[in-house]
C-alpha cells in the first residue's frame, strides 16, 4: 500500500528552524518527482518546493527562498525540508506529496501542523 508518513512539525519560535521528513513505501520513490506543500485555513493550497528524482534540481516559491531547502535520500525512501529563519506566515499544515515517474497517480501525506509564534 502506498504511505506518505509526515514527522518533524510543531510549535517553534520566529527564527528557529525545523526539519520535516516523509518517509515513503509502496511505489517506486526513487523514480518520482517529490513536493512539499503547505495549507491555511481558507486559502489553497500552495508549492513550497519540489525536487527531481535523482536530487540534482531543486525549486522554492519565492517566498522560502533562501530560507528552505528540499532533499532527499532516495536509500531511505525519504525527503525533506530544512526550514529555516522561520516566520509567523510560515505557519501551516505541510503536505508531502509524491508524483511517480508515469504519471498515473498522486500520492499525499496526512499533513503536518507547524506554528511559528511567540
Known amino acids: 500500500q502506498v504511505q506518505l508518513v509526515e514527522s518533524g512539525g510543531g510549535l517553534v519560535q520566529p527564527g528557529g528552524s525545523l526539519r520535516l521528513s516523509c518517509r515513503a513505501s509502496g511505489f517506486t520513490f526513487g523514480s518520482s518527482l517529490m513536493r512539499w506543500y503547505r495549507q491555511t485555513p481558507g486559502n489553497e493550497r500552495e508549492l513550497v518546493a519540489s525536487?527531481?528524482?535523482?536530487?540534482?534540481?531543486?525549486n522554492y516559491a519565492d517566498s522560502v527562498k533562501g530560507r528552505f531547502t528540499i532533499s532527499r535520500d532516495n536509500a531511505k525512501n525519504t525527503v525533506y525540508l530544512q526550514m529555516n529563519s522561520l516566520k509567523p506566515e510560515d505557519t501551516a499544515v505541510y503536505y508531502c506529496?509524491?508524483?511517480?515517474?508515469?504519471?498515473?497517480?498522486?500520492?499525499w501525506g496526512q499533513g503536518t501542523q507547524v506554528t511559528v509564534s511567540s
Open positions: 506529496n509524491a508524483v511517480p515517474y508515469f504519471g498515473l497517480n498522486v500520492y
Open positions: 525536487i527531481n528524482s535523482a536530487g540534482s534540481v531543486s
